[in-house]
């Protein structure tokens, strides 16, 4: 056996983790399910530090799978991960929570917590990680600032309507100031008006050095805004475009 093969067995017998420069890099990335099914195809793609990137596609094309990847929800069949330079493919599943620590996730169904207030539901990850009572109120109301609903702190979920929901599902995933924000359909259940509004949180976010990853069917949102594109269909890249639109045929 090559010097190279050995080295690189006795590091994934050791659980070593290697590691990149990039945000988020797949190397040859193939999620094969129990049935059959290829949902993504040495997939090859780098992310930068900062970048905002659209991921879009038709329904069932792999965009689901390549999020849940990218947070350990799932993992490759082959091929590896890196998530802010680490190899997450041979992380402990031990190791897992604490690469969360450092990703913010925004999806379609809001998943709030009904019987906690705006402010519990935005600190309940802070308080699992242990963050002293100080940090969470200051960070909770530094994050509820963000998103414009600090006078809205001690209202329940079902009391707000389904723009400001998302907004505090937003301030649940920025609260620990993640490197990355990943989001999955955020303004699926939106109208028009609150959809903009709510990119045009993100695109803040963004500003101020948080790696963008946002799966979406939102053609009008896509085509204005004009961020780097990645289109993916049956499991393939088949586009990636600085400044794209929508189209992936």
Known sequence: MAIASLLCTAK?????????DNMIELQGVTRIFPNGVRALNNINLTINPGDFVFLVGPSGAGKSTFLRMLFREDTPTEGKIFVDGKDITLMPESRVPYLRRNLGIVLQDFQLLKRRTVAENVAFGLRVIGASASEISNRVQE????????HKRRMFPTELSGGEQQ??????????NPLI????????????????????????INSRGTTIIMATHNHNLVNKLRKRVV????????????????AYE
């Open 167 to 176: 907004r505090v599902c937003i301030a649940r995933a920025i609260v620990n």
């Open 12 to 20: 994934q017998q050791a659980g070593v983790i290697e590691q990149t």
């Open 143 to 150: 994050a509820l600032e963000q998103v414009g609903l600090s």
């Open 231 to 246: 289109a993916l269909v049956d499991g393939h890249i088949i586009k990636d475009e600085q400044g794209g639109t929508y």
């Open 181 to 204: 924000l990943i989001t999955d359909e955020p303004t699926g259940n939106l109208d028009p008006m609150i959809s903009q509004e709510i990119m045009q949180l993100f695109l803040e």
